[in-house]
Each structure stands twice: as structure tokens, then as C-alpha cells.
Antibody, heavy 127, light 107 residues
Framework: QVQLVESGGGVVQPGRSLRLACAASEFTFSSYDMHWVRQAPGKGLEWVTV????????YYADSVKGRFTISRDNSKNTLFLQMNSLRAEDTAVYYCAREDRGFIPMVRGTVNWFDPWGQGTLVTVSS | DIQMTQSPSSLSASVGDRVTITCRASQTINSYLIWYQQKPGKAPKLLIY???TLQSGVPSRFSGSGSGTDFSLTISSLQPEDFATYYC?????????FGQGTKLDIK
């Protein structure tokens, strides 16, 4: 079945870097925009970044802009998140999610949604 | 950026109750509104997209409504497995902001 599996989380000191990966399977990865979303312990969901299906367009939340970089390797069906200059407030479970789209007659247009999500990988920034 | 405001932030209810959670966007998002359910230690689960379209496999006791800036999620008759945290999210434009969540627990 369609699946996303994150990896690369762990404990890292403030100011250091970490690279997360998200391996996709059972769908045409190169046809979909992909997102990263995070959730700090005991907190709500925070959207982090998106990359277009071909890697040409990227958007970031202000909280990570200039420090995080999203990328993808369509030949390996893998999404990445390079996280630099990590801070304590970056501690969270990081999820990758696929953006799906479809025409909805009721709204007379194409809409998008995020599904599936990976199981998440925990990043802890601590000295 | 579009701000999403959910209410209430927490809600206590009993099995069989009808509950409604609301979500308000700071500007119009047409019908680009998604609802998720999340249980502890698990990834969010897609319930509803396009404000009112039920994801395949989601029970029909869940329904969504609204357009523009005001939206709601209704569970018609709570079941034990529905006690969880619910989030709305706008997919209109990045950053694709979430509401702060509504924790639904057993009364």
C-alpha cells in the first residue's frame, strides 16, 4: 500500500545539523508535491515546508526559513529535510506527507489534501 | 499568513453525544479546509477534505461543513474510538497553517 517512512531523527546539540529522509513506496513519487510537518512534545501540528513534484518550487514556514532546506530525489523516491543551526525549539516529531489533489464537483474546482502521512521521526535538540 | 482558530480547545462528551468543533480562517480559503484526527503517538489521520468530502473509509458519523472563513466538524454519535485530538488545516496557500487542535475526551 501507499507508504511513507521517515528516518534520520535523533539527539543533536544546539547549533548542529541533521538530515531527515522520507522514503516513499507504492505510488508515483515524482508526480506529487511533498510536505514536512512537525509536532513539538505535547503541542499541536506545525506545517514546516513543501516542495513541488519536480523540485522547482519550495516554501518554508518563517520559523525555519534560512535554516532548513527541503529537497527530493525522484530517482530514489525519497524526500529530504536538511536542518541546520538547530535550536531547542526545533525539538519535535517530524512527519512527511503527500499532497493529493482532485476535482470536487461540489466546490466546482480542484482541491488538495495531505494523505498519507509517515509515522514520524523524533528530533531532540539538547546539549 | 492565514491564521486558523479552532474552538473549543478541549471538550468533554459522552458516548452517543453529538459534538461540533469549529474552525475559523483569518481570510477566505474557499473550501480548502481539511480535518484530521490524531491519537497519542500516532500520525494524523485524514478525515475530511474540501471542507465536506469524507475520506474513504471514514465513518459517516463524521461530517464537515462551511466555506469561506467558517467551518465545522460534527460527529453525530460519539463512539469510544473517537476520543482523540482534532485539527483543521487550510490548504489554500502556503504556509498551510493548522488550528491549535481540539482535544475530545470522555466525560
Amino acid at each position: 500500500q501507499v507508504q511513507l517512512v521517515e528516518s534520520g531523527g535523533g539527539v543533536v546539540q544546539p547549533g548542529r545539523s541533521l538530515r531527515l529522509a522520507c522514503a516513499a513506496s507504492e505510488f508515483t513519487f515524482s508526480s506529487y508535491d511533498m510536505h514536512w510537518v512537525r509536532q513539538a512534545p505535547g503541542k499541536g501540528l506545525e506545517w514546516v515546508t513543501v516542495i513541488s513534484y519536480d523540485g522547482t518550487k519550495k516554501y518554508y514556514a518563517d520559523s525555519v526559513k534560512g535554516r532548513f532546506t527541503i529537497s527530493r530525489d525522484n530517482s530514489k523516491n525519497t524526500l529530504f529535510l536538511q536542518m541546520n543551526s538547530l535550536r531547542a525549539e526545533d525539538t519535535a516529531v517530524y512527519y512527511c506527507a503527500r499532497e493529493d489533489r482532485g476535482f470536487i464537483p461540489m466546490v466546482r474546482g480542484t482541491v488538495n489534501w495531505f494523505d498519507p502521512w509517515g509515522q514520524g521521526t523524533l528530533v531532540t535538540v539538547s546539549s | 499568513d492565514i491564521q486558523m482558530t479552532q474552538s473549543p480547545s478541549s471538550l468533554s462528551a459522552s458516548v452517543g453525544d453529538r459534538v461540533t468543533i469549529t474552525c475559523r480562517a483569518s481570510q477566505t480559503i474557499n473550501s480548502y479546509l481539511i480535518w484530521y484526527q490524531q491519537k497519542p503517538g500516532k500520525a494524523p489521520k485524514l478525515l475530511i477534505y474540501a471542507a465536506s468530502t469524507l475520506q474513504s473509509g471514514v465513518p459517516s458519523r463524521f461530517s464537515g461543513s462551511g466555506s469561506g472563513t467558517d467551518f465545522s466538524l460534527t460527529i453525530s454519535s460519539l463512539q469510544p474510538e473517537d476520543f482523540a485530538t482534532y485539527y483543521c488545516q487550510q490548504s489554500y496557500s502556503p504556509p498551510h497553517t493548522f488550528g491549535q487542535g481540539t482535544k475530545l475526551d470522555i466525560k
